[in-house]
């Protein structure tokens, strides 16, 4: 009898049974918005012109293949954090935040939720927000974390519910908890709170003792400016938190498969620093040694010329811009030109790669079914798939699927 006879089939996973579905349809006016990576106009990846440039120098300068220390390339970490917490940032002048490369923004949870596990003095209780990127929950439950709810989506405005987000972490919430805060362009929903909000939401933190958590998947890709979609961060940072942060390169220079990210904790002091850096080390090495060396590379590369650094601010701006210009073609298309029953201003307001579109289930299937349209069930688009070739045809099927 084999050892795993009784081992039950799993669901598959909520987003890529989305891309199976899709790879399986031969219909030539499918259309895939399921998956979170961003496509050109022509619905194609997009290998950015500085990483291009970023590899050739890489290449010339014929590195070798030895490993990297556990903690990843030491300048990339440095320059990664500068990146989030702006070159004027006070822990960073004091030497006072730890940082380690990771295995892109996943990684980056994960090493920072077994790190917490272990040395966090609190109860191991972690405050999503509801709902929330579907890798949050597992990555935390596997670390030792027991996961619970903030309001954060309200159906009936398909805004921010701001009232249930306070209530929750005000008065819901344990003092200590950990909660768990998307820096900018919330997946999936693409609402963020404003700068007030943020505010008002360090405030509450404070007051709770609540322990800041920031997953940063999108610096850059939400309003097209890295700096300001470091706000959030860098306001809390202003208000003396001491935080966690999960930084991925996946999206902001298209490094998806590279996997690049970073994770880093605001310290007392260079000597706590040097505490908690080692004890990363013991928290990462077990786990897989030491991370890969290419795209932290790429990465540090890009992020240390100068040239490279203004050529990648303007790619991610126009990545970011192109996808605002596909919600405001959206927005037009369903309310002017087919005059499509609803309310569809959130398509033009909601920020980042997604579209909480208000779809619901039944629709989702309904457009997979009928028009080839494939997103995830919840309703959510990736905006990057839409383009000049499909947006009519993705808003008429969208049409016809709520009439
Ligand atoms: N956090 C959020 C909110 C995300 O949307 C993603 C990417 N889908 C990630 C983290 C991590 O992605 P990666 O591991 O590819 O950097």
Redesign the pocket.
Known sequence: ISAWSSVPAGPPDPILGVTEAFKADKDPRKINLGV?AYRDGQGKPYVLDCVKKAESFIEASKPDKEYLPITGLAEFTKNAVKLAYGVDSAPLKDGSIAATQSI????A?RIGAAFLARHYPHAKVVYLPDPS?GNHTPIFRDSGFEVRKYGYFDPATLGLNFEALKADLLTNAPEHSVVLL?ACAH?PTGIDPTPEQWAEISDICKERKLFPFF?M?YQGFASGSTSRDAFAVRHFVSQGHQIALAQ?F?KNMGL?GERV?AFSLLTADPEEKARVDSQLKIVIRPMYSNPPSHGARIANTILSNEELYAEWESEVKGMADRIITMREKLYNILTNDLKTPGEWGHIKSQIGMFSFTGLKKEQTVALANKAHVYMTADGRISMAGLNGNNITYFAESVDGAVR
């Not at 892109?104 to 990684?107: A, D, L, Y």
């Open positions: 979170g892109s923004g996943t990684g949870l990127w998307h997946n997953d998947a991925s996946a998806y990210g």
